[in-house]
């Protein structure tokens, strides 16, 4: 995979205002790790998504990640 690729897959995904929103409220009480995690997981999930569509050859229009899940377009 070339990196004008990557560089183009990663310009396609977009954080949700209320998962800055999530995120903000996590800070406060203390719980960034776990809100760390969460997303980590979500997002390893949706470029799961995204490999199975590169495989496949169809265009990914966008990624929206939100504080529980992602929805990734075709």
């Known amino acids: 995979m070339n990196t004008f690729l ?3 897959i990663l310009n396609k995904f977009k954080i949700h ?3 800055w929103l999530f995120i903000l409220l996590a800070l406060i009480a ?3 790790k ?4 969460i997303l980590i997981i979500v997002i390893g999930h949706e470029m ?3 490999l199975a569509f590169k495989l496949f050859k169809l265009d ?3 990624v ?3 504080p529980f ?3 990734t377009y075709v």
């Open 6 to 8: 990557m560089i183009n």
């Open 17 to 19: 205002y209320t998962t």
């Open 30 to 32: 203390g719980y960034v």
């Open 34 to 37: 776990y809100v760390l995690i």
């Open 48 to 50: 799961g998504h995204v």
């Open 60 to 62: 990914i229009i966008k």
């Open 64 to 66: 929206i990640i939100y």
């Open 69 to 71: 899940g992602g929805i």
